[in-house]
């Protein structure tokens, strides 16, 4: 590995990825109102937020600024830059080398801070250890807070933050885009607002972690333990720019309603008179959510890859039958049309691709001598002790391989669309199998499929879905089943599939796009070309906002 990997991976241990220190000054700046506040950092790493807290109080008179500031962290390492502070009048006794779901305010004397100020540690629910996530779980529940337990550990840490202020006290954090818009950020999103009397979030465009692609967004909550008032967003491009934003923040942001919906907060940075034409689209019933029509599986796991799909080569050299092997597709790549047929996929089984899925149904003994010496050599590579495998009745036998009459994609760089299979290929869980909830006739596999590949669901998938580093877009099951897709016209259904169709095929989706929303003119749902401009302004915006730092996103809107 890397030097520069290196130090990547040492940051992802506890998450510490350190605040660019005119970041961190500018929250500073704002949240310590005067010589007197108090100061807590609850996950100080190196200091960045300590060091800016010893500049304000400093400027804001208080000759032993040191006195003030209080710090927790985890790691012991950074315990090693807060020499400065005890120079400016600290003692080691207010800087506690701990989990801060180990400390309560008795800790500091029953002390509650003027400002809470940091960035909490970064790791999503799924990387938190066990013990860790229930300390967290357990100290939000002794103030009657519950939230989902796939949070990630940042939203713990604010919530549990906001018991340390004072009331009227302020905190100002950096955190992760996933306040704006995720599931289980609306339950923060709801208490922030009933904890603090103003609360404002700036979208920082610009990168600030080295290794990483994480959208940054910066809290300054206001009044806290006071009736709420008012909800501001802003954006920010600039590092630079971020300390004159913070101090014409009336100026620098506008107001908005804290309502549910799709997007959560995102939807504040749509023009309102867009928001209210796709509420009212969201209405008609001839836009219908995903989910009503359709059930979402993933695709298959098979535990290990590279042992449970086989090259043609591979099953030749193992005498396996066909009869005991699936074709599979692994990349959404493959998925090129408006439908998907086997002649279409005929390229995957050259140059020594991996497709052919085993599928096997029997125990071993009852298997042909060439399947057993391959379940054998299986055991000897270590693949039945995997955790997939060694959870299964016989660790051999793949579940769920069915085949499925539509796939999704549920990573995409653009915006999902649903593909319809003709084929007799499955697909491996980086991409969703569609099912009929209830019989439909085969013609509206079709107007989903075409609907998906209309502006108005490229906006729903940007509010309903994720955006994951690299400016890569997702939609989970859940996710998808509140996707809008609006219902072409049954009479122009089928001639418009061809035209997408080869649309498709030549790599032109947006012309593909602006076929569908020609055709959706024409129907009863209420478009006009206007009303269609406005949700495209929206959809591009969203769109350059999770992939602006990626060379192909002007590429994507023009293809």
């Known amino acids: 590995m890397s030097s520069s990997n290196s130090k990547v991976e040492n940051k992802k241990k506890f998450a510490s990825f350190y605040t660019p220190q005119p970041v961190a000054q500018a929250l500073a700046d704002w949240a310590i109102t005067d010589a007197d506040t108090t100061v807590l950092d609850p996950s100080f790493g190196g200091c960045a937020f300590l060091y800016a807290a010893l500049e304000t109080l400093g400027r804001r008179g208080n000759p032993a600024p040191g006195k003030q500031i209080y710090g927790v962290d985890i790691d012991a390492d950074a315990a090693f830059y807060i020499e400065p502070l005890f120079r400016a009048g600290a003692v080691p006794e207010q800087f506690i080398t701990e989990d801060f779901f180990n400390i309560t305010p008795d800790y500091f004397g029953n002390k509650l801070f003027g400002a809470v100020i940091g960035n909490p540690p970064y790791i999503r629910y799924h990387e938190i250890p066990e013990d860790a996530q229930q300390r967290a779980i357990d100290c939000l529940e002794t103030f009657n807070i519950k939230i989902s337990g796939r949070a990630s550990y940042w939203a713990f840490f604010l919530l549990y933050s906001m018991q340390f202020l004072r009331p009227g006290g302020r905190l100002a954090m950096v955190l992760p885009g996933a306040l704006l818009h995720t599931d289980y950020s609306a339950q923060v999103r709801e208490l922030l607002t009933k904890h603090f009397e103003q609360v404002t979030v700036y979208l920082l465009q610009e990168r600030i972690f080295e290794g990483t692609d994480e959208e940054s967004v910066l809290l300054c909550a206001a009044g806290a333990r006071k009736p709420h008032k008012t909800l501001r967003i802003g954006t920010v491009k600039k590092v630079e720019a971020l300390e004159q934003a913070i101090k014409e923040m009336q100026a620098s942001t506008r107001t908005f309603d804290n309502v549910y919906g799709d997007g959560g907060w995102l939807r504040a940075l749509i023009e309102k008179e867009t928001i209210a034409l796709y509420d009212g689209l969201m209405e008609n019933q001839n836009v219908i959510r995903m989910g009503k029509w359709v059930t979402t599986r993933i695709g298959v796991v098979t535990g290990n890859n590279e042992f449970f799909i086989l090259s043609k080569d591979e099953q030749e050299q193992r005498g396996i039958s066909d009869n005991y092997l699936k074709p599979i597709i692994r990349r959404a790549s493959h998925l090129t049309g408006l439908w998907i047929r086997d002649e279409n996929l005929q390229h995957i089984a050259t140059n020594g691709n991996k497709y052919l899925l085993l599928v096997l149904d029997q125990v071993e003994s009852k298997l042909p001598k060439s399947l057993q010496e391959y379940i054998q050599y299986g055991q000897e590579i270590g693949i039945s002790k995997s955790q997939k495998c060694r959870a299964r009745r016989h660790w051999y036998v793949v579940p769920h391989t069915f085949i499925p009459p539509a796939f999704m994609p549920c990573m995409v760089a653009a915006w999902p669309r649903l593909v319809i299979n003709q084929s007799q290929y499955t697909c491996t869980n980086n991409i969703l199998r569609l099912l009929w909830k209830e019989a439909r006739p085969g013609e509206d596999w079709i107007r989903l499929a075409l609907g998906t590949l ?17 400016g890569v877009l ?47 003119l024409n129907s009863d749902i209420g478009l006009n070309t206007t009303k269609v401009e406005h949700l495209r302004k929206a959809r591009n915006q969203l769109f350059l906002r999770r992939r602006q730092h990626r060379r192909d996103a002007q590429g994507i809107l023009s293809n």
Do not use: C, M
């Open 454 to 470: 209309s502006t108005l669901s490229q906006l729903s998938a940007e509010l309903v879905g994720r955006s994951y580093g690299g």
């Open 474 to 520: 997702k939609l989970e099951p859940k996710e998808l089943a509140r996707l809008a897709v609006p219902l072409v016209p049954v009479e122009v259904s089928e001639e418009l599939a061809r035209k997408v169709d080869s649309l498709l095929r030549k790599n032109k989706a947006s012309e593909a796009t602006d076929a569908v929303d020609s055709a959706l």
